[in-house]
């Protein structure tokens, strides 16, 4: 049985490791493009990004300030048993967010779609998306 804790513990971690490292054919593109370029703005934009990825590596911040919204695709085995089924998904990634959020790890930038309205912790109607 795998409890609703153990499943916000890998989401909220799933999360972190989304806005804090760079995937390496990500990084090799970038690398690749740095040593490519010759327009010295180009490259200093570069030269920033990869300085960034390195930075959020050590702890130091998020790979880009603009973390999007979020969204978590999941594959489970059909077999698995989920404290609470299945549905439990989706509260799990409520709470992941909203941990997620309040380490800093994602900026709290939904709103409400009608009220405008912004709860500080990314959650909503249709948000998290799963």
Known sequence: MISTETLV?????????AVTELPPDV???????LE?????????????SLENARLAKAGE??????????L???NVNPNAQLEGG???????ARIATSRATA??????????????????DNLGPGMPKV
């Open 9 to 17: 513990m890998a989401m909220t971690e799933a999360v972190r490791r």
């Open 27 to 33: 990084e090799r593109k970038l690398l690749d493009a």
């Open 36 to 48: 490519e370029e010759v327009e010295p703005l180009a490259k200093q934009h570069l030269q920033a």
């Open 61 to 70: 911040g998020l790979v880009c300030g603009d973390t999007g919204f979020p």
């Open 72 to 74: 978590f695709s999941i």
């Open 86 to 92: 299945f549905d439990a998904l989706r509260g799990a």
């Open 103 to 120: 380490e800093s790890l994602l900026r709290p930038t939904m709103v409400d779609p009608l009220t405008r309205r912004n709860p500080g």
